[in-house]
T-cell receptor, first 115, second 114 residues
């Protein structure tokens, strides 16, 4: 079945440590996205990538880094510079080169907790 | 830049009652609009979308939404609520700036009372 896989589902990190969240898709989508979700704040865009080896900052990129070495993969690293990393992180993908009416497909999310 | 406002962070209705979740958008060009649903600790699932054509859009699980350009609204409705509709709902608009990314509202948590 085609879809987006995020792992792990739950992640605990000590303060000062970097941690990497995995996102893999087998939908052959060009574009991939990372969103952060906090209660009452909806979804905020961290980074997005429209093509391999290229990515752009979203609205809240500080303290995060990404890579896009393969079309299928878009890992997110939460660095120690992120002051408040505890949140629910959602990865999404969508086709590119089509009209803007295509929806994004979401993974099941990773809940990161700093302890 | 596009933006979305969802009126009411929490909505509570009785089972069998009408569900109305409000969404207003801001866009300088004709928008593409979406409603997504999220169940606890899950990703988002598309309910319905408006692109062009008919302004009344039907989605999954009996939901529908009407695009009203004059009111810049895209409210989500369901005639009769079911307990399984309890979830968080997000309205979103496509960013027309070339990046093909979604801008989301703050979300509305729907509670169904028995």
């Amino acid at each position: 079945d085609g879809g987006i896989t995020q792992s792990p589902k739950y992640l605990f990190r000590k303060e000062g440590q970097n941690v990497t969240l995995s996102c893999e898709q087998n939908l052959n989508h060009d574009a991939m996205y990372w969103y952060r979700q906090d209660p009452g704040q909806g979804l905020r865009l961290i980074y997005y990538s429209q093509i391999v080896n290229d990515f752009q900052k979203g609205d809240i990129a500080e303290g995060y880094s990404v890579s896009r070495e393969k079309k299928e993969s878009f890992p997110l690293t939460v660095t120690s510079a992120q002051k408040n990393p505890t949140a629910f992180y959602l990865c999404a993908s969508s086709p590119l080169g089509q009209l803007m009416n295509t929806e994004a497909f979401f993974g099941q999310g990773t809940r990161l907790t700093v302890v | 830049a596009q933006s979305v406002t969802q009126l009411g962070s929490h909505v509570s209705v009785s089972e069998g009652a009408l569900v109305l979740l409000r969404c207003n958008y801001s866009s300088s060009v004709p928008p593409y609009l979406f409603w997504y649903v999220q169940y606890p600790n899950q990703g988002l699932q598309l309910l319905l979308k408006y692109t062009t054509g008919a302004t009344l859009v039907k989605g999954i699980n009996g939901f529908e939404a009407e695009f009203k350009k004059s009111e810049t609204s895209f409210h989500l409705t369901k005639p009769s609520a079911h307990m399984s509709d309890a979830a968080e709902y997000f309205c979103a608009v496509s960013d027309m700036g070339g990046a093909q990314k979604l801008v989301f509202g703050q979300g509305t948590r729907l509670t169904i009372n028995p």
